[in-house]
């Protein structure tokens, strides 16, 4: 089986940076995913991590421990825009995907 | 340049009804997926085709049957929607099925009367 954590919610100011955690159980890991998906939008993808350490993207980076099951993305220069669902998604067995029940991030100003 | 397609946006059907809903991609790509989302949940993974291969999940009620005629497109049909089928039907696309990542379509939210 599988189970993925994260935080329901996050709220965090305009500019700042944010982290969301993931902590996860797999049978036979394969790598950790993030989606963001807008109310009303599809999922898109953001970063994949099968190796520990961080990963870049512009204002976007991922880590991964894999000795401590732990994940996390970090977002910088928060914009009003980054407001959405943020997934964690691992494969598990069969399934190529099986995604955590996602933070809601809302930005303030 | 929309990639993976979905139609209808919206679709309202009677309970009992069989519906139909289809997605198509432009990618080429060998893996087809259909997920089930409902209000503040996390998409849930029905079943995916690996080129004609077809993978059910094990939990994923009778009622719900897909097809894949070509490498394009993919259909997913209800047969008896009851109310609980009402939710958005996400379709995704990826080149493999491990460690790849997966192309959304924006989605089919089903109604049932």
């Known amino acids: 089986g599988q189970s993925l954590e994260q935080p329901s919610e996050v709220t965090a100011v305009e500019g700042a940076i944010v982290q969301i955690n993931c902590t996860y159980q797999?049978?036979?890991?394969?790598?950790l995913s993030w989606y963001q998906q807008h109310d009303g939008g599809a999922p898109t993808f953001l970063s994949y991590n099968a190796l520990d350490g961080l990963e870049e993207t512009g204002r976007f980076s991922s880590f991964l421990s894999r000795s401590d099951s732990y994940g996390y993305l970090l977002l910088q220069e928060l914009q009003m825009k980054d407001s959405a669902s943020y997934f964690c998604?691992?494969?598990?067995?069969?399934?190529?995907?099986?995604f955590g029940k996602g933070t809601r991030l809302s930005v303030i100003a | 340049d929309a990639m993976v397609i979905q139609n209808p946006r919206y679709q309202v059907t009677q309970f009992g009804k069989p519906v139909t809903l289809s997605c198509s991609q432009t990618?080429?790509?060998?893996?087809m997926y259909w997920y089930q989302q409902k209000s503040s949940q996390a998409p849930k993974l029905l079943f995916h085709?690996?080129?004609?291969?077809?993978?059910n999940e094990a939990d994923t009620p009778d009622n719900f049957q897909s097809r894949r005629p070509n490498t394009s497109f993919c259909f997913l049909d209800i047969r008896s929607p009851g109310l609980g089928d009402a939710a958005m039907y996400l379709c995704?696309?990826?080149?493999?099925?491990?460690?790849?990542?997966?192309?959304f379509g924006d989605g089919t939210r089903l109604s049932i009367l």
């Open positions: 990618l080429n790509h060998n893996v």
């Open positions: 998604a691992v494969r598990s067995g069969n399934t190529p995907l099986v």
């Open positions: 085709y690996y080129d004609k291969d077809f993978n």
């Open positions: 797999t049978s036979g890991f394969y790598g």
């Open positions: 995704a696309t990826s080149r493999e099925s491990t460690n790849q990542p997966q192309h």
